[in-house]
């Protein structure tokens, strides 16, 4: 290769890195402060293509961090038990609720209570991240979803507890729970307040017995005909003097009368009582 | 065979033992129908307001 063409090789070099030099003719002498100012350029692009990401990856690494660091003290790296009033309350919302560790609470007094911003199915939303939500050793359901804005919910196992009389009181948009497994022995507390104006349910599974009396779902008036057989399988089929009320339009859009008579037939130990309601 | 008996309640009103309302009461085999009156759906419905008021009403 000629000195040259050497030369020529260098200045093309400089004008493929130096902005706006793309035609620029390099005088030899002109050729090391050109090459100052290519390591300049670079300098200058790296140090803010860096701290570019660097905000990027630093920001990212801090919010993970403080996801864990938030996360971990306040599941006590996953050993909470004591759930009281954990997610209650207006701050709550999706983005913010995304616990790191399964949710077993012993303790589920107000849990959910008047968590309006939590308005989505919380069974689907915990298992996108891979939380379970395990009920199964819970003592204590006290007003658990009242006034809260959850639509759905998985399984909720109350065999642990001797009461679920206030449960989803006032839970108005809650519209599905998938299994609501009480005990076996029907000696839990029901109450006319567990589904007091839970007005949007439309699916609820129950397996275990109804043995006590006052359940009401007489403002469920969207209730499906599968729901509606559900809790009236559940009904204890022994015990005498019991009572449980539901709505008169849902059982009217769900069964006809020939139906309703063979439903109802199966637990004849049961005074069922259709409340109507003024606009439904 | 013991058959349910089934309360209907006239129009405007509503059947209570003083416990339990409703429309419609399927009985259970064996229990006393006479325990069972009827009151205007407008005193259930001003009952049920006043229970709610007395809960607190709506979350705000």
């Given at each position: 290769m000629s000195v040259h063409e050497k030369m020529t090789a260098i200045a093309d070099a400089l004008r493929a890195n130096i902005s706006g030099a793309e035609n620029k003719k390099f005088k030899l002498d002109e050729m090391p402060d050109a090459i100052h100012e290519v390591q300049a350029n670079a300098h200058d692009s790296g140090y803010a293509e860096g701290y570019e990401h660097g905000i990027d990856v630093g920001t990212d690494a801090g919010a993970e961090s403080e996801y864990d660091r938030f996360w971990d003290a306040y599941q006590e790296n996953g050993n909470r038990i004591g759930y009281s009033h954990a997610f209650a309350g207006v701050a709550w919302t999706k983005d913010i609720f995304r616990p790191k560790y399964n949710i077993c609470p012993q303790n589920a007094l107000q849990m959910f209570r008047t968590a309006t911003k939590l308005n989505f199915d919380l069974d689907e939303h915990l298992s996108g991240l891979g939380i379970e939500f395990d009920t199964s050793r819970c003592i204590n359901f006290s007003?658990?979803?009242?006034?809260?804005?959850?639509?759905g919910l998985g399984t909720i196992d109350t065999r642990s507890a001797s009461s679920v009389a206030y449960i989803f009181r006032n839970a108005r948009s809650l519209v599905t729970v998938r299994n609501l497994i009480l005990k076996d022995d029907g000696t839990q507390t029901v109450s006319v307040q567990a589904f007091q104006n839970c007005r949007a349910l439309e699916k609820i599974c129950v397996s275990g017995v109804i043995g006590q009396s006052d359940l009401s779902l007489q403002w469920s008036t969207k209730l499906s005909h599968d729901s509606i057989v559900s809790i009236i399988s559940a009904l204890s089929a022994s015990t005498a003097g019991l009572s449980v009320t539901l709505s008169e339009t849902a059982v009217n859009n769900a069964f006809t009368d020939t139906e309703w008579e063979a439903l109802i037939a199966t637990k004849p130990n049961w005074t069922i009582n259709l409340v109507w309601e003024e606009g439904t | 065979m013991k058959t349910r008996l089934t309360l209907y309640a006239e129009e405007g009103y509503v059947l209570t033992d003083g416990v339990h309302y409703g429309r419609v009461i399927h009985l259970?085999?064996?229990?006393?129908?006479?325990a069972y009156r009827e009151i205007p759906q407008a005193e259930y419905d001003a009952m049920l307001a006043a229970e709610e008021e007395a809960q607190g009403g709506d979350a705000v």
């Open positions: 007003e658990t979803f009242m006034d809260s804005a959850v639509t | 259970a085999v064996g229990a006393d129908a006479s």
